[in-house]
């Protein structure tokens, strides 16, 4: 039996959350994963709202940061709600009024 857990790692190994050899993906896989632009994603990520990782001017996800970013926008769902029909008309329905159009006079024909 192999126990793997008295091999000393890394700091930088431990800091990874997936490991040192966690696949990277760039900002239009994000994107794509919620349906928004990749401008959308990329300034969410300066904001602070999504994680992500930069390097130089690029950035790029992991697997956990985009299953984060779908849960930190993830919407309780709703059944939707119909008003109810009143039964009587009331002052707060009315009908829709008609523009007045104005009458036009022929015109009457110029004497040479």
């Known amino acids: 039996m192999n ?7 890394p700091e930088h190994e431990q ?3 997936g490991g040192p050899h966690e696949p990277t993906y760039p900002v239009s896989a994000g994107a794509r994963a919620l349906g928004k632009s990749e401008r959308w994603y990329t300034q969410q990520l300066k904001n602070g709202r999504f994680p992500g990782h930069k390097a130089g ?10 299953d984060a970013a779908i ?9 939707p709600t119909i008003p109810p029909t ?6 707060s329905i009315r009908r ?10 022929p015109i009457p024909p110029q004497n040479r």
């Open 86 to 91: 009143p039964t009587q008309p009331t002052d």
């Open 96 to 105: 829709p009024q008609r523009r007045r159009t104005r009458r036009r006079r």
């Open 15 to 17: 800091l990874a959350p």
């Open 71 to 79: 849960h930190a926008t993830r919407q309780p769902a709703t059944t």
């Open 3 to 9: 126990n793997d857990s008295n091999i000393p790692v």
């Open 57 to 66: 001017r690029n950035w790029f996800l992991t697997a956990s940061d985009i």
